[in-house]
């Protein structure tokens, strides 16, 4: 992570991208700041229960980051700079959405200081590539049961306690593919077919239909991508 957070955080006095202008850093925009170490700011959150690692593997991935990404020429029509910032503060409206909840994302910062090369050589004019990172904790709920062990037997397999458990697999699960008619669809083998469930965020319609206001994604060649720091 502490790569991640040097990139998005901008804690670097030089960087291997010729394309990050350091005088324009100050116009990044943080609509979530980070309070701390993204790494502290986890083991603070487990700490006070509001994430549990319960039964979570010791090489499991415990954060998540989605990345709005804009063509730049889109801004670039529609006023720059402050039409960006507006834009993806409603982008962030989203994302808050996508994972569960604005109290596990760690940081989401729009850069305003990298430039789009070859816009800006083709205009001959200093063209920004304005996007959207946003750390987070991938969660789900998770119900613990009573176990068979439980001395009363009308508690036993029934639910002990739901836990907001860490897990970027359950998270992203995969999801099958459905026919017209709602079926799963099978392949050759007679296998369902399956599809990464973080590629729906390429969508459109799963933006339009959770975030409604986000209607101007419409008119825009977008990109909401998830990846492991």
Not at 190 to 214: A, D, M, T, W
Request: hydrophobic share 35%.
């Amino acid at each position: 992570m502490a790569k991640v957070q040097e990139h998005n955080e901008r804690e670097k006095d030089s960087y291997s991208n010729q394309d990050i202008v350091p005088e324009r850093t100050s116009l990044n925009v943080h609509f979530k700041a980070s309070t701390d170490d993204y790494v502290k700011m986890f083991e603070q959150m487990e700490q006070d229960g509001v994430i549990s690692t319960r039964g979570l593997k010791p090489d499991a991935v415990k954060y998540g980051e989605l990345i709005f990404d804009v063509n730049s020429a889109y801004f670039y029509n529609h006023g720059g700079y402050e039409f960006a910032k507006q834009f993806y503060a409603d982008a962030y409206k989203a994302a808050a959405e996508i994972v569960g909840g604005e109290q596990y994302i760690l940081s989401a910062v729009m850069h305003a200081d990298e430039r789009n090369r070859a816009m800006s050589e083709a205009l001959g004019e200093d063209v920004y590539h304005y996007h959207l990172h946003v750390v987070y904790i991938p969660v789900v709920e998770k119900q613990i049961l009573w176990s068979k062990r439980c001395k009363d037997e009308a508690l036993r397999g029934t639910v002990k306690e739901v836990i907001t458990q860490v897990s970027r697999s359950k998270k992203w699960e995969s999801k099958p593919v459905l026919d017209e008619d709602g079926n799963p669809m099978l392949n050759a083998r007679g296998k369902k077919i399956l599809r990464s469930s973080y590629s729906v965020l390429q969508s459109k319609g799963f933006i339009l239909q959770e975030n409604p206001s986000l209607h101007h994604y419409l008119a825009v060649n977008f990109q909401v991508l998830e990846r492991t720091p």
